[in-house]
């Protein structure tokens, strides 16, 4: 069974950093992408940021020049450095990770619960 795991959310005012990270475990063969998500209050969940297992990155025209993503392949790990955070960053943030559990079996969907980040002005 494949587990991801987030930590790192909290509280912190307008201009300061906070840095997430999750954590994929379990029956895994391989990862392609790896990804943040996050829904705001009454809003739909979107895409953040993305990094694929060859390196390659998207972000959300929101968040780029402020948000770092990065991963690291060997340990199934994925990092959010988010700085110069807004109240607008608000949000419940989740770890996402197509994976495939095993090598001849199709890669999935896999997300985590979430973690909290609120922003004050």
């Known amino acids: 069974q494949v587990q991801l795991v987030e930590s790192g959310g909290g509280l912190v005012q307008a201009g300061g950093s906070l840095r997430l990270s999750c954590a994929a475990s379990?029956?895994?063969?391989?990862?392609?992408?790896m990804a943040w998500y996050r829904q705001a209050p009454g809003k739909q969940r979107v895409l953040v940021a993305r990094?694929?297992?060859?390196?390659?990155?998207n972000y959300a025209d929101s968040v780029k020049g402020r948000f770092i993503i990065s991963r690291d392949n060997a340990k199934n790990t994925v990092s959010l450095q988010m700085n110069s955070l807004k109240p607008e960053d608000t949000a419940v943030y989740s770890c996402?990770?197509?994976?495939?559990?095993?090598?001849?079996?199709?890669?999935?969907?896999?997300w985590g619960k979430g973690t909290l980040v609120t922003v004050s002005s």
């Open positions: 996402y990770a197509e994976i495939r559990p095993f090598q001849l079996i199709p890669s999935k969907d896999y």
């Open positions: 379990g029956s895994i063969f391989s990862i392609n992408v």
């Open positions: 990094i694929t297992s060859g390196g390659s990155i």
